[in-house]
């Protein structure tokens, strides 16, 4: 059964971290470009970035670069978004994905690439 979980959200102030987790089972990670999406209440969910398989190429969305880094583990399976300076603009929920359509990261995230979507984890900015 192919399952990602995500974890490591939680209530933080501004200009506060959080690092957030992303771990499969049924299926290496390493196999995929990775993703995070995020969706906050009543907005489309949104590409906030992704990185190869190799870990040599990464994209960021621009509200997030300088901020954001993504990062992988390939020998524990695992997917990190470390995420610094928070804004209460990034409070939403945080999902990670596998894109199963390219194998190298372009300039750009698209939603129906990605597949094996966990269930999310909550991310909170307090002002």
């Known amino acids: 059964q192919v399952q990602v979980v995500e974890s490591g959200g939680g209530l933080v102030q501004t200009g506060g971290s959080l690092r957030l987790s992303c771990t499969s089972s049924?299926?290496?990670?390493?196999?995929?470009?990775i993703g995070w999406f995020r969706q906050a209440p009543g907005k489309e969910r949104e590409g906030v970035s992704c990185?190869?398989?190799?870990?040599?190429?990464?994209y960021y969305v621009d509200s997030v670069k300088g901020r954001f880094t993504i990062s992988r583990d390939n020998a524990k399976n695992t997917v990190y978004l470390q995420m610094n300076s928070l804004k209460p603009e990034d409070t939403a929920v945080y999902y990670c994905?596998?894109?199963?359509?390219?194998?190298?990261?372009?300039?750009?995230?698209?939603?129906?690439?990605?597949?094996?979507w966990g269930q999310g984890t909550q991310v909170t900015v307090s002002s």
């Open positions: 049924g299926f290496a990670l390493d196999d995929y470009v």
């Open positions: 994905a596998a894109n199963l359509m390219r194998s190298r990261v372009v300039g750009s995230m698209t939603r129906h690439e990605y597949s094996y």
């Open positions: 990185i190869s398989s190799s870990d040599t190429s990464t």
